[in-house]
Nanobody, 113 residues
């Protein structure tokens, strides 16, 4: 059974940092393209970052470029999203997306003072 489980969300002040984790099971993530999406209230779900597990190529939304980093740990079969210099507009539920439209449950990130 393919499964993705996100963790690491929480409340952080503007300018702070969080590290999200996406633990994959049922497949080897490094063989596939993995992505982080987010969805804020009253907004559409949008892609934040993408990593090609085979080639290591990454891509980011313009809104997070230079602040967020997507990476993977092959030994742990886990994808990470390091989020620095967080802004209130980063507040959203963050989702991990795997192959064939597999989604995690999501983890809430709230950036507020």
């Amino acid at each position: 059974q393919v499964q993705l489980v996100e963790s690491g969300g929480g409340l952080v002040q503007p300018g702070g940092s969080l590290r999200l984790s996406c633990a994959a099971s049922g497949f080897t993530f490094s063989w596939y393209v993995m992505s982080w999406y987010r969805q804020a209230p009253a907004k559409e779900r949008e892609v934040v970052a993408v990593i090609d597990g085979a080639g290591g190529v990454t891509n980011y939304a313009d809104s997070v470029k230079g602040r967020f980093t997507i990476s993977g740990d092959n030994a742990k079969n886990t994808v990470y999203l390091q989020m620095n210099s967080l802004k209130p507009e980063d507040t959203a539920v963050y989702y991990c997306k795997g192959p064939v439209g597999t989604w995690g449950q999501g983890t809430q990130v709230t950036v507020s003072s």
